[in-house]
């Protein structure tokens, strides 16, 4: 079945160490998306591509990056997590900006101790 | 105020009873949906609407573009519909961003 697939499902790491969580789709959808859900939250865009063009929300912190290197795979960077980073991060695909509708990953839950 | 609102916030009933969540924005939009997020999980893209009325299974969704409101039916409710349902719109001059409601935490009891 075409989906979103993400990467680890449940990832821990370290106060400041650099984390990448993954997603993968085989939609071949050309928009994917970051979210982050914090709990009890409605979910909060981070930045999405429209195939190769990066589009960053305006109050995403710097400490968050992204990556596509092909239209399958979009990489979530966090460069120095803090304590308030911990959340889940979705990723969605879509085509054509949505007028298709939106596909979500299961997500992935980061907990930083 | 929040362009969109849910409610109720939070709905308990019985397994078998009818169930709506309403969803009223204030936004002029080009589409609405209505997603379900289980505890813990990602998210289920449900239903996109633009006009009318789908039905998918049990779960039936309507929108009245005039009166700016979408509800989400859920017939003979079981304790497995049991769930976060949420409703977001995009707006007519964004792309991308969708407009999320609070959710509606829904459980359903056997």
């Known amino acids: 079945d075409a989906m979103v697939i993400q990467n680890p499902r449940y990832q821990v790491t370290q106060f400041g160490k650099p984390v990448t969580l993954s997603c993968s789709q085989t939609?071949?959808?050309?928009?994917m998306y970051w979210y982050q859900q914090k709990s009890s939250q409605a979910p909060k865009l981070l930045f999405h591509y429209y195939d190769k063009d990066f589009n960053n929300e305006a109050d995403t912190p710097d400490n968050f990056q992204s990556r596509r290197p092909n239209t399958s795979f979009c990489f979530l960077d966090i460069r120095s997590p803090g304590l308030g980073d911990a959340a889940m991060y979705l990723c969605?695909?879509?085509?054509?900006?949505?007028?298709?509708?939106?596909?979500f990953g299961s997500g992935t839950r980061l907990t930083v101790v | 105020k929040n362009e969109v609102e849910q409610s109720p916030q939070n709905l308990t009933a019985q397994e078998g009873e009818f169930i709506t969540i309403n969803c009223s924005y204030s936004v002029g939009i080009s589409a609405l949906h209505w997603l379900q997020q289980h505890p813990g999980g990602g998210i289920v893209s449900l239903f996109m609407l633009s006009s009318g009325k789908k039905k998918h299974g049990r779960l039936i969704a309507t929108i009245n573009i005039q009166e700016k409101h979408s509800s989400l039916h859920i017939t003979a409710s079981h304790p497995r519909d049991s769930a976060v349902y949420i409703c977001?719109?995009?707006?007519?001059?964004?792309?991308?961003?969708?407009?999320w409601g609070a959710g509606t935490k829904l459980i359903i009891k056997p």
């Open positions: 969605a695909t879509s085509s054509r900006g949505g007028w298709s509708g939106y596909t």
């Open positions: 977001a719109v995009r707006k007519v001059d964004s792309n991308y961003q969708l407009i």
């Open positions: 939609l071949n959808h050309n928009v």
